[in-house]
């Protein structure tokens, strides 16, 4: 397993990563959430020794990475794909790392076909795609054999096909009882791939709990219900005691209470229903309601507007409504080349 304890990294006034203790175990997936500049990647910097703290300490299972004999034997790790020396074949590439950490030759070509670069081992790595560049990365880190498994941003550049694999190939390490330990900011395959997860704002751990339980806290389920007899419906839920409001396209949003119980309540009272749906929040809403405070960097609203013939910059659409406060025919600059326009005029 990986324990860190008050781990801690300062980059002059920056605090990058601020006092985390927490563990992450093996058996599982646990997957490692935060918005940019979160404190992610150096985090597992110092995991794996490339950083020093500027407190606290991270063992892997139990020792500090400099007491690891043949660190690539005990953790794996993919961090950034393209930092391998361009002029190497892929092959040659592997074989230094096994070299060096007392692996087996054999090791090479076995995870140049795990990760199915086989058929370019000897080619120079500089002419691969970012895709392929993962792979290598993804083969660096198994070559070891590790029990322990960092990956940040795995599927960076990969293809649906590399997706999915990658996906299976975290699932089934973790099955084999090893620590697999992810980033991402791809939410929906974080929620097909992780079981735990780790959520860190400006450094600071905010969750370290289940994805089941992440996304139970941190969103809000309920029941759309949508009737011709809306009104009848309403009145009905609220003699009940049951909250609920109207939302868009005729439905009810009813928290609280179970569909079956509004389905048989509706019946009761013959009424009408012609939608009855539970709706539960995904990872990307949970996500970005726990996180909403800690984001560094906010865009602008607004549409990025492409600049067509005789429509400036900033225009409406045809038949969009025309901005409170505008003159009929005069287009107002609003959202994204706003101030270029205002400049220009
Ligand atoms: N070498 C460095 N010198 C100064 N500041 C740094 C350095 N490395 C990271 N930082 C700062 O530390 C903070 C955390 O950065 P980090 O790269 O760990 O975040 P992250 O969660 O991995 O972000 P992303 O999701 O964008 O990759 C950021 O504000 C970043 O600008």
Redesign the pocket.
């Known amino acids: 397993m990986i324990e860190l304890e008050g781990l801690t990294?300062h980059?002059?006034d920056?605090?990058?990563?601020d006092d985390l203790t927490l563990t992450v175990r093996p058996g599982i997936v646990t997957g490692f959430l935060?918005?940019?500049?979160?404190?992610?990647?150096?985090?597992?910097?110092m995991m794996l020794d490339l950083?020093n703290p500027t407190a606290g300490t991270v063992r892997i299972d139990g020792k500090h990475y400099r007491q690891l004999q043949d660190p690539l034997t005990y953790i794996g790790a993919l961090l950034e794909a393209k930092s391998v020396h361009g002029g190497r074949s892929a092959a040659n590439h592997l074989l230094c790392l096994a070299q060096s950490n007392g692996i087996p030759r054999s090791r090479v070509t076995e995870v140049l076909d795990t990760v199915g670069l086989s058929g370019v081992a000897k080619k120079r790595s500089k002419g691969f795609s970012l895709g392929m560049s993962q792979r290598l990365g993804i083969a660096a880190a198994l070559l070891g054999d590790p029990q322990v498994l960092l990956f940040?941003?795995p599927v960076n550049g990969l293809d649906p096909e590399g997706i999915h694999w990658i996906r299976n190939l975290m699932k089934n390490l973790a099955a084999q009882g090893r620590t697999v330990f992810v980033?991402s900011?791809l939410m929906s395959e974080m929620a097909l791939t992780a079981e735990h997860l780790i959520v860190?704002g400006q450094?600071r751990l905010m969750a370290d709990t289940s994805m089941r339980e992440f996304i139970q806290q941190n969103s809000r389920s309920y029941v759309r219900v949508r009737s011709p007899e809306r009104e009848k419906l309403l009145d009905l839920l609220h003699s009940e005691g049951i909250d609920a409001v109207a939302a868009g396209n005729g439905s009810l949003e009813v928290d609280g209470v179970p569909a079956d119980r509004l389905g048989e309540l509706a019946a009761a009272h013959q009424l009408v229903l012609h939608e009855l749906s539970p709706q539960q929040a995904s990872l990307e809403e949970a996500f970005m309601q726990l996180t909403a405070d800690s984001v560094?960097?906010h865009a602008r609203d607004g549409e990025p507007v492409p600049a067509q013939a005789g429509s400036p910059p900033g225009g409406r659409a045809p038949g969009a409504p025309q901005p409170a406060g505008a003159r009929p025919g005069e287009a107002q600059p609003t959202g994204w080349g706003a101030d270029w326009q205002k400049k220009r005029s």
């Open positions: 990294k980059y002059g920056k605090v990058a990563v935060g918005p940019n500049g979160a404190g992610k990647s150096t985090t597992m910097r950083d940040d941003e980033s900011h860190i450094g560094e960097y």
